[in-house]
């Protein structure tokens, strides 16, 4: 055993070639021991995929069956070998869910990355203490939520209070069935104060203008406002990044907010790049259809630090592409702005937000 945490084993296996790392989603096929004998998959591995180089256990041939009672009868990775009862948020809460259906302003971040979400928590946890952010995670990349060392690093530091998992994802705190009634919960359940909504690790992206897994960001932002929520666009941005389509504010952003309907709030960090984030949003229209709002931000890689969170981006930290978690702070403090008088006083103390003239 490497590790252990509830939902999820890591393990050596020894394979053909020697021992081989693997991991192990013990609420769809229970634990294994020592001695098992199990089928791995190792498609991830052979690819060179990015996303941990790890297998995965599919089966433990020394047992016949698995069977873990769920808490109710919704089930997830519904009609395939591995669908479980994961039971759901609406069935647990029909009264406060039954006819809710309105956010009343609250902030919602939009990320089109995974990793956005920690320096996006780092810095709401610090402009706003002592107020609630729930996460909820979308199934547009990986589907159990255990897998993300980054969402359990968070709730060690105290930064996401409650996870939901929409539509197919699986493993937070309360599972909802669609994406607009995690929204719902993360308001009338877990009395969040804002709601930073990702997926989860793995995007997919193919150089291609609609084929990448942000897009979803755009009925992200239409959901939550049309929800009567506050919808926030985490931009993607960076200065380091090799390819050109992502330097700059990444084609990623540009084309999910031209994709959106509802007009949002586009954060931007003062300093450095606002004038080329500008330059990119006044170049795609975006800025006459969005709010562009300049915001100055504290300095993230000692939060991050502060908080004991190791966060990258294509393997880049702060240090390495500022731009990007410049662009992912500022984020996290329109979200901080939003919730009161004594959060935005806390983002007042480090500049006040202004919406530049889109001309």
């Known amino acids: 055993m490497l590790a252990e945490r509830p939902g999820l084993q890591r393990v050596e296996v020894t394979a053909e070639r020697g021992p081989e790392r693997a991991y192990v989603l013990t609420d769809l096929i229970g634990p294994v021991a020592v001695g098992d004998r199990v089928v791995m998959n190792t498609t991830a591995v052979e690819l060179g995929l990015g996303t941990g180089g790890w297998h995965v256990v599919h089966w433990n041939l020394s047992r016949q069956?698995?069977?873990?009672?769920?808490?109710?009868?919704?089930?997830?990775?519904?009609?395939?070998?591995?669908?479980?009862?994961?039971?759901?948020?609406?069935?647990h809460h029909p009264q406060l869910l039954g006819e809710a259906g309105h956010l009343d302003g609250l902030p919602v971040v939009a990320c089109g990355l995974h990793s956005q979400l920690a320096v996006v928590a780092a810095v709401f946890g610090s402009l706003a203490p002592g107020r609630r952010l729930a996460y909820v995670m979308t199934d547009a990349a990986a589907l159990p939520l255990v897998l993300s060392?980054?969402?359990?690093?968070?709730?060690?530091?105290?930064?996401?209070?409650?996870?939901?998992?929409?539509?197919?994802?699986?493993?937070?705190?309360?599972?909802?069935?669609?994406?607009?009634?995690?929204?719902?919960?993360?308001?009338?359940?877990?009395?969040?104060?804002?709601?930073?909504?990702?997926?989860?690790?793995?995007?997919?992206?193919?150089?291609?203008r609609l084929g990448f897994s942000a897009v979803e960001v755009a009925a992200i932002l239409d959901t939550a406002s049309a929800l009567g929520g506050r919808a926030i666009a985490c931009l993607r941005v960076s200065g380091a990044d090799p390819r050109d389509r992502h330097r700059g504010v990444s084609h990623h952003s540009l084309t999910a907010l031209r994709l959106a309907h509802a007009a949002v709030d586009l954060p931007i960090p003062s300093g450095d790049w606002e004038a080329p984030i500008l330059d990119d949003l006044r170049g795609g229209g975006l800025l006459d259809r969005h709010r562009g709002v300049t915001v100055e931000v504290p300095a993230v890689g000692a939060l991050l630090e502060a908080a004991d969170l190791r966060v990258t981006t294509m393997g880049r930290g702060p240090s390495d592409d500022p731009a990007f978690f410049a662009a992912a702070a500022a984020a996290g403090a329109a979200a901080a702005g939003a919730v009161g008088a004594a959060a935005a006083g806390a983002v007042g103390a480090t500049g006040a937000l202004h919406y530049p003239d889109p001309e």
């Not at 109710?72 to 070998?81: A, P, V």
Request: hydrophobic fraction near 45%; aromatic fraction near 4%; proline fraction near 2%.
């Open 149 to 208: 060392d980054l969402v359990a690093d968070c709730r060690r530091a105290g930064l996401v209070h409650a996870t939901i998992t929409a539509g197919q994802a699986f493993g937070g705190d309360h599972e909802a069935v669609s994406l607009a009634s995690a929204l719902a919960a993360a308001r009338a359940v877990v009395g969040a104060d804002a709601v930073v909504v990702a997926m989860g690790p793995g995007v997919v992206g193919t150089a291609s």
């Open 65 to 91: 069956a698995w069977e873990r009672r769920g808490p109710g009868h919704i089930m997830k990775l519904r009609y395939t070998s591995l669908q479980t009862d994961t039971g759901s948020v609406e069935e």
